[in-house]
């Protein structure tokens, strides 16, 4: 990670009038959250794409509760990083800036975001099954199998599984972003679930600038302006010029 990047990104942010960004697990990572495809990806040697279905969730949901049960139990206890904190303050600074989300975790607007889009829902929402009543719900663990207090149908997570269409308004509001925005910056995820991992292709054919910030390298790498390589935590306070 070199200054001379960090400058050039600043500077472009400071001349945006429009500013998106789009975050994965990685951006969670510092704050004690595992990452899907990174190592702790597994639990009882199942994989997210195993649980994040509506099959699974047909075939076990009582399986399928006992994850969310676990990662909301780690949430629990879980603060937002420096990442987070550094993206609420840019908001703070940008006329028209837009956050938008494949985590379900909450932490953004916990870190003080304001305009985010939870692509993949939320995992502090549930949804009935049988009248699609969406209701908040921090209990941990919930219990299991959780009914809706409307009909007694069973709740399911109000979060976007494989195979899943995303909802529409956020859709929407996302590629509302990502046409307009001058710069798009791309923090901590593989670019590998779709249709996230075509926006950095949707912002640049829109004529944005955009940068990625990762730990590795993905598929955005060869579609991105710039990729700093660093840890979220650490590349987006020097970016955003407070020491936080
Ligand atoms: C859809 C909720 C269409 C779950 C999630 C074949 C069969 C079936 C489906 C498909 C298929 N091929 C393609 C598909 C579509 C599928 C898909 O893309 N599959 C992939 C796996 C190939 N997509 C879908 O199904 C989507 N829906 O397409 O619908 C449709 C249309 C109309 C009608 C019906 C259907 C739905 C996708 C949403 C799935 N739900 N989450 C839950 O969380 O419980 S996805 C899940 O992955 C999370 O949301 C997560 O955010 C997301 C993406 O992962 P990342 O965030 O990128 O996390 P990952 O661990 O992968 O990477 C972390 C990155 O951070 C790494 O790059 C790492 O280097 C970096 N990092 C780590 N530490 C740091 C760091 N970077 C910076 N700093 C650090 N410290
Ligand atoms: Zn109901």
């Known amino acids: 990670m070199d200054n001379v990047d960090i400058e050039e990104v600043r500077k472009r942010l400071e001349e945006a009038h429009s500013v998106a960004v789009l975050t994965g697990a990685g ?6 959250v595992p990452t899907f495809r990174g190592e702790g990806g597994l639990w009882r040697n199942y994989r997210a794409e ?5 099959q699974a969730f047909a075939r076990d949901p009582s399986l399928v509760w006992e994850w969310y049960n676990m990662r909301r139990e780690t949430l629990a206890t879980i603060k937002p990083n420096p990442a987070h904190t550094a993206l609420a303050m840019l ?9 938008i989300t494949q985590n379900v975790d909450g932490l953004h ?8 889009i939870e692509l993949h829902g939320s995992i502090w929402r549930v949804r009935c099954t049988g009248c699609s009543a969406v209701t908040e719900n921090h209990d ?14 069973l709740l399911r ?12 308004d956020a859709i929407t509001a996302a590629y509302g972003a990502l046409e307009r925005c001058d710069v798009l910056r791309v923090i901590g995820t593989s670019g590998v679930v779709q249709p996230a991992a075509s926006m950095a292709s949707v912002a640049k054919g829109a004529g944005a600038y955009v940068v990625e910030v990762n730990i590795e390298l993905t598929p955005n790498t060869t579609v ?5 390589a660093g840890k979220a935590a650490e590349v987006l306070p020097l970016i955003v010029g407070q020491n936080l």
């Open 109 to 116: 607007e916990m870190g003080g975001s304001r305009n985010v």
């Open 91 to 99: 908001e703070g600074r940008v006329e028209d800036f837009t956050l």
């Open 157 to 168: 997570p109000h979060i976007v599984w494989f195979g899943e269409a995303l909802p529409g």
């Open 50 to 54: 195993e649980l994040a279905t509506p």
């Open 27 to 32: 951006v969670s990572a510092e704050s004690g």
């Open 224 to 228: 991105v302006d710039k990729t700093i």
């Open 140 to 153: 941990i663990p919930i219990a299991i199998p959780p009914s809706c207090g409307e009909c007694g149908a």
